[in-house]
């Protein structure tokens, strides 16, 4: 059933000194131009690729993935061995691969860079052993 969940993050309490500090974080303004941007590149691929009927990453389907999320060597490597270390399903693959192009698209990258897939990656679900 996690298999199903694209995103798992854990939100840790935030310290006082954090939170009484003077440093600022980004404004919803610059968030909001960011996505906006990504999603702009999202469509102009999908229209460009004569996808009707995909306008955002998470519609792609197989084929759209092995077109659009292709990894370099590094980046193989890496799935590579969490395909085997995490136990993850085809299903898994695909949807990591789907949030690594996000997440690319977000850094207003072109390349799905090593970065971008371990950050998909860590958002996996950890799984308890099942020995405890």
Do not use: W
């Not at 980004?26 to 469509?43: G, H, P």
């Not at 998909?120 to 679900?125: K, N």
């Amino acid at each position: 059933m996690l298999d199903r969940i694209d995103i798992h993050i854990e939100a840790p309490r935030v310290d006082y000194e954090k939170l009484s500090g003077d440093r600022l974080g980004e404004t919803s303004e610059s968030i909001r131009k960011r996505v906006q941007a990504a999603r702009d590149i999202q469509l102009q691929r999908f229209t460009t690729a004569q996808s009707a009927d995909i306008i955002c990453n998470a519609d792609m389907r197989v084929g759209e993935i092995r077109q659009f999320c292709r990894l370099q060597d590094e980046g193989q490597s890496l799935m590579r061995a969490a395909m085997s270390q995490m136990n993850l399903s085809a299903r898994a693959y695909h949807r990591i691969l789907k949030l690594a192009r996000t997440i690319a698209n977000l850094a207003g990258s072109e390349e799905i860079e090593s970065a971008h897939l371990a950050e998909a990656l860590q958002y996996r679900p950890k799984l308890m052993d099942s020995t405890m």
